[in-house]
């Protein structure tokens, strides 16, 4: 630890850069779970973005986590499945013993998210429910002494950290029901002023800074924004942070003021490809497990890893959410995905990990074919998305010399003349997916 590297000044702490290691691993795993796992239910509803974060969606809230909000506002399909399942007397709480973890082995899921070819894990510490998934010596409302009954955070960091991957931590930095649990119904100013008491900001920031201590995080994830009473200390805790894991990194949430990557969340939108940022979404609606997504309702193969080689091609990561069962087993959809993904890593990957943004932009073409490219020093890489079963001809007049398809099984012809690279790929299979190419030297 170099205590003086970074001193508490918001001058000080901008000096910080981000590192390599955060550029080139490309792809991580989130995990929201808690208390809310017991349930597991949410409506399917809505990606986050498709309508306002107003009345309608937080009374038909698809995010399985939201669960004690979801009843709170009085109204709805989670208000109604709680009344007609657990009853009116049933308290969040009472979830708790039911909580068991009793089939959770960290170093299994680690294996898994090695095996998926993630290279980093953000865990839930805290969500909006307040509980936390550690020892906090701030509060007796922890995964320590209830639920699971044990410190859930410092076990899976052990087993993450064990295969190789970096380990980061996800802190709900402005909601916390266990200090202000009105009701939410839009998320304009009563969801950013949610808990407004420096008691708040004084708690927060303690536990922010034990975190920090216990398990030196690579990726501080803060999510909603962080106490206006304390925003003065941010600099002190970011120096601290900094002095503490020298090549850690934080996400954009802390009321904007800073960053060292930008996060989007469902929506995809413009990418501002001269930054650094992430992309975070579950498989289906939801984070938290919801019972009432299955196979078919969460996001197929093609369209996870054309999202994560779009968003690699556009200079971010691709930060995929697990929410595993109460029980601490991760539901079969899920782990199919993550396998899948991870094989066509093992074949495709070296045009993702390690690569930086290529200045030709991701073409999205006529014959219904997709284009995305990135770079490693000279040379290019290049994925072909789009394609039919059997023969594709592909023009790419913008490279003029023969390339290398990274998956060997694929019998290509190549044709160069003045007007670039015919490639004809003669066995494409769906079940290949995006096919990925390296063009040396044609940056
Ligand atoms: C990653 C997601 N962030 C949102 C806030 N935008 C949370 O409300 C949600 O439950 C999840 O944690």
Request: charged share 25%; proline share 4%.
């Amino acid at each position: 630890m170099n205590e003086t590297r970074y001193t508490g000044t918001w001058e000080s702490v901008k000096q910080h850069t981000v590192p390599a290691w955060y550029e080139d691993c490309k792809f991580g795993i989130f995990i929201h779970w808690g208390i809310y796992s017991v349930p597991a239910f949410a409506p399917r509803t809505w990606e986050l973005g498709e309508v306002d974060s107003d009345e309608q969606w937080f009374c038909n809230n698809p995010y399985a986590e939201w669960y004690y909000n979801s009843v709170n506002v009085g109204r709805g399909p989670t208000y109604e499945h709680h009344m007609n399942t657990y009853g009116r007397e049933f308290r969040y709480e009472d979830f708790i013993p039911m909580w068991k973890a009793e089939n959770w082995n960290p170093g299994e899921w680690a294996e898994l998210f090695q095996k998926a070819g993630a290279q980093y894990v953000v865990l839930t510490t805290k969500h909006h429910d307040g509980f936390c998934l550690y020892p906090s010596e701030h509060t007796k409302f922890h995964a320590g002494r209830m639920g699971p009954c044990r410190d859930i955070t410092g076990d899976l960091t052990e087993a993450v950290r064990g295969a190789g991957l970096k380990m980061g931590l996800y802190y709900s930095g402005l909601i916390d029901w266990q200090f202000a649990n009105d009701p939410i119904f839009v998320e304009g100013e009563n969801f950013s002023n949610a808990c407004p008491t420096f008691e708040y900001a004084d708690y927060s920031y303690k536990q922010m800074k034990e975190l920090v201590d216990k398990y030196r995080p690579s990726v501080l994830w803060n999510d909603i924004g962080w106490p206006k009473q304390s925003e003065h200390a941010m600099p002190y805790l970011l120096a601290h942070y900094y002095n503490t894991v020298e090549d850690g990194v934080v996400n954009d949430r802390f009321n904007g003021l800073y960053h060292d990557f930008l996060t989007k969340e469902y929506q995809y939108g413009k990418a501002d490809r001269t930054q650094k940022w992430e992309m975070c979404r579950g498989m289906g609606l939801s984070f938290g497990y919801n019972e009432n997504e299955g196979d078919d309702q969460l996001i197929s193969l093609p369209k996870l890893i054309r999202l994560l080689v779009a968003t690699v091609a556009d200079n971010g990561n691709l930060l995929l959410n697990i929410g595993p069962k109460a029980d601490g087993t991760i539901p079969t959809e899920q782990v199919k995905r993550l396998l899948t993904l991870g094989r066509w890593l093992q074949v495709n990957g070296k045009g993702i990990y390690g690569t930086r943004c290529s200045k030709r932009l991701s073409e999205h073409r006529a014959d219904g074919t997709q284009v995305y490219y990135t770079r490693k020093g000279r040379d290019l890489y290049f994925y072909i998305d789009g394609l039919k079963e059997g023969c594709n001809v592909v023009s790419l007049p913008g490279l003029h010399r023969t390339v290398t398809a990274l998956n060997p099984a694929l019998e290509v012809e190549q044709d160069v003349s003045e007007n670039g690279l015919r490639l004809t790929v003669k066995n494409y299979r769906s079940d290949l997916y995006l096919l990925g190419f390296e063009a040396a030297g044609q940056e």
